[in-house]
């Protein structure tokens, strides 16, 4: 991982995750699809609902109510966090996150996970949920490394993508099959 993110700025694991503890995951984010909301753009007062650049709907994570499965999934991000820490001093120090569903139709824009106002986001972290994707069924993560090479990732169960918040572009392509994730960032101390 290291490696992968010190070369591009991105980093991939597929079947990073055990099967059974993504489909519990998938399973409760699908339990709570009533408390969704349309997802935004921008932060504070520059927060705005804007249908040309995002489709998609969240959730986001409380952290002290996780349910078990969502805190084991936690407790993978927080190794991360503290590799990253030990190897590229970022001071990685809270997090945020949130489920995201894509019904078919949606995808979100390219853009970069850092605002402009407030640049703490300094990881980003994604982790697919769905079992049997194809290429057919779209929403693939675009993302455009430290090299300006374009890959391509399948939103595939348990495969884990984290990349620089403030480096790596990236897209949700337009989706064809309601297409469920988990998005989180990990923080850097403010100065």
Same mark, same amino acid.
């Given at each position: 991982?290291i490696e992968? /993110?010190?070369?591009d ?5 597929e079947r990073?995750?055990d $099967?059974?503890l /993504?489909?519990?995951? #998938?399973?409760?984010a ?5 408390a969704? =909301?349309r997802?935004g /753009?921008?932060?504070?007062t ?8 995002r489709r998609d709907?969240t959730k986001?994570w ?6 078990d ?6 407790a993978?991000?927080?190794r991360? =966090?503290q590799?990253?820490n030990?190897?590229?001093f ?7 996150g ?5 019904e078919?139709g949606?995808?979100?824009?390219t853009?970069?996970? #850092?605002?402009k =106002?407030?640049?703490?986001r300094?990881?980003?972290i994604?982790l697919?949920?769905n079992?049997?994707?194809?290429a057919?069924?779209g ?7 430290r090299?300006?090479?374009v890959?391509e990732?399948? $939103?595939?169960?348990?495969? /884990?993508?984290?990349f620089?918040?403030?480096?790596i $572009?990236?897209?949700?392509c337009?989706?064809?099959?309601k #297409?469920?994730s988990?998005a989180?960032w990990?923080?850097r #101390?403010e100065n």
């Amino acid at each position: 991982m290291i490696e992968a /993110i010190e070369r591009d700025g991105v980093f991939v694991a597929e079947r990073a995750i055990d $099967p059974g503890l /993504i489909e519990a995951i #998938r399973v409760q984010a699908e339990a709570q699809e009533h408390a969704f =909301k349309r997802a935004g /753009i921008g932060v504070q007062t520059g927060h705005q609902l804007n249908s040309e650049i995002r489709r998609d709907q969240t959730k986001w994570w409380e952290l002290e109510e996780l349910s078990d499965e969502e805190a084991r999934v936690f407790a993978r991000f927080e190794r991360i =966090k503290q590799i990253c820490n030990r190897e590229f001093f970022l001071g990685l120090d809270s997090f945020e996150g949130h489920y995201a569903i894509y019904e078919p139709g949606a995808f979100y824009r390219t853009h970069l996970d #850092r605002f402009k =106002k407030e640049d703490t986001r300094t990881l980003s972290i994604v982790l697919f949920l769905n079992s049997d994707w194809s290429a057919e069924n779209g929403g693939a993560l675009r993302l455009t490394d430290r090299g300006r090479q374009v890959r391509e990732v399948l $939103p595939h169960a348990g495969t /884990i993508v984290v990349f620089l918040s403030d480096q790596i $572009p990236h897209e949700v392509c337009v989706t064809h099959r309601k #297409r469920f994730s988990v998005a989180g960032w990990w923080k850097r #101390r403010e100065n």
